[in-house]
């Protein structure tokens, strides 16, 4: 009876796996050539001003397709979402600009579309582990 129950257990087991891998593998091909570009597009002209950059409501408009579609691929394609994507390349500029000494924090802030400072420095160091000040004193991380 015992064994009867363990065998029931692995094939319940073995049959998840499979619907999992399936359903792993059905995702990956969920996008046409098409909707890769498009989602590669919307990467682009989101990242081509990121002082001013377009709502996702824009950027779909701009792409010929949804909001749903747009982040959905977003995700799919880069592993991450619109807003992080913006965020975290706003925040490898500042750093960089940071570390070359020419300007401070705020006018970093501001060049990547930060209006509010404290905000900056909150993620900075969310992002980096360090504050932006620390990285214009030259602490290399």
């Known amino acids: 009876m015992r064994e009867i129950f ?6 319940e087991m073995v049959y998840k796996s499979f ?3 399936k359903a792993q593998d059905s995702d990956k091909f ?3 050539e098409d909707g890769l570009k498009m989602i590669h597009k919307a990467r682009e002209i989101l990242l081509k ?10 950027l779909a408009t701009l792409c010929a ?3 749903f579609k747009l982040k959905n691929g977003f995700k799919h394609c880069f592993n991450t979402t619109i807003h992080r994507a913006l965020q975290d390349e706003r925040l490898k500029i500042a ?9 401070n924090v705020k006018e970093a ?4 579309g930060y209006s509010s400072f ?9 992002k980096f582990g360090v504050l932006p000040m620390e990285i214009l004193r030259g602490g290399k991380f």
């Open 19 to 21: 619907a999992e891998v």
């Open 118 to 126: 404290a905000h900056f420095t909150k993620i900075f160091k969310e």
């Open 109 to 112: 802030a501001k060049i990547v």
């Open 49 to 58: 001003d990121i002082q001013n950059p377009p709502t996702i409501k824009e």
């Open 95 to 103: 750093k960089s600009l940071l570390e070359q000494n020419d300007i």
């Open 65 to 67: 397709t949804n909001e």
């Open 30 to 32: 969920r996008y046409s």
């Open 6 to 11: 363990i065998e029931s257990k692995i094939l």
